[in-house]
């Protein structure tokens, strides 16, 4: 009697695996449903869905269009207006002409770059490590790809963001000419800590040091004078 329920049960058991594999077979070779409509166009530019249930297509758009977006942003706009009047003391510091040549270094989207654009600056170039055209060209902050002594003016406001300070620091100075400036925007720091930044500069001198308020913080400017291409 016990052996028969026993076989009853192994039977059972056996019966209810496969009926689990087969459902599970079922499941994984089903193609899933979305809320798309069967008569939705098929269009190259659509995007894929964020969700399953999210039907609507989205045009992909071209840079000139998305740039208009961008640039027209109440973010964008008061970015660039800070960068502008940052960039306009140093107009009348004597730092900037307008036949300057300024290498922005790690520009991000192109704020710094449009400013100076604006002010009338007429070689301006911004490098990061992800393009942002027209304004920002792709290249390694660690590692520029100019020639020696090819700037007059390089800027940076992300000395703080690098992987390696010190070579960054040697790549900006590199690509100034003697006599060149560097243009150096940090968070608010004591004296002390300014010049531990000031010493990552070796083959450059401390022209000024100061505090400013730049997009509603605190900031250090920090100008140097290139002594000769490191």
Not at 66 to 77: A, D, E, G, M, Y
Not at 147 to 160: G, I, N, Q, Y
């Amino acid at each position: 009697m016990e052996r028969h329920i026993e076989r009853v049960l192994n039977r059972v058991a056996l019966i209810s695996v496969s009926i689990a594999t087969l459902i599970l077979l079922y499941l994984l070779l089903q193609t899933p449903e979305t809320c798309i409509p069967r008569n939705a166009p098929r269009k190259p530019h659509f995007r894929f869905p964020k969700s399953s249930c999210d039907f609507y297509s989205r045009d992909y758009l071209p840079l000139h269009k998305k740039n208009t977006r961008l640039w027209s942003s109440k973010f964008w706009i008061t970015k660039v207006s800070s960068y502008t009047h940052f960039f306009t003391q140093l107009y009348q510091m004597g730092v900037l002409k307008n036949h300057s040549k300024v290498l922005c270094v790690s520009a991000g989207a192109g704020h710094e770059v449009m400013a100076l654009t604006k002010l009338g600056v007429e070689d301006v170039t911004g490098v990061e490590l992800i393009e942002s055209l027209p304004f920002v060209s792709r290249a390694d902050p660690h590692n520029l790809p100019f020639f020696d002594e090819a700037f007059d003016v390089a800027f940076t406001a992300h000395l703080e963001d690098a992987l390696y300070p010190l070579q960054y620091a040697r790549e900006m100075e590199r690509t100034v000419r003697k006599g060149g400036v560097l243009v150096v925007v940090v968070e608010e720091r004591s004296e002390e800590e300014g010049k531990e930044i000031v010493r990552l500069f070796r083959m450059s001198s401390l022209l000024h040091s100061s505090y400013l308020t730049f997009i509603g913080n605190r900031i250090t400017r920090i100008l140097l004078k290139s002594k000769a291409s490191a």
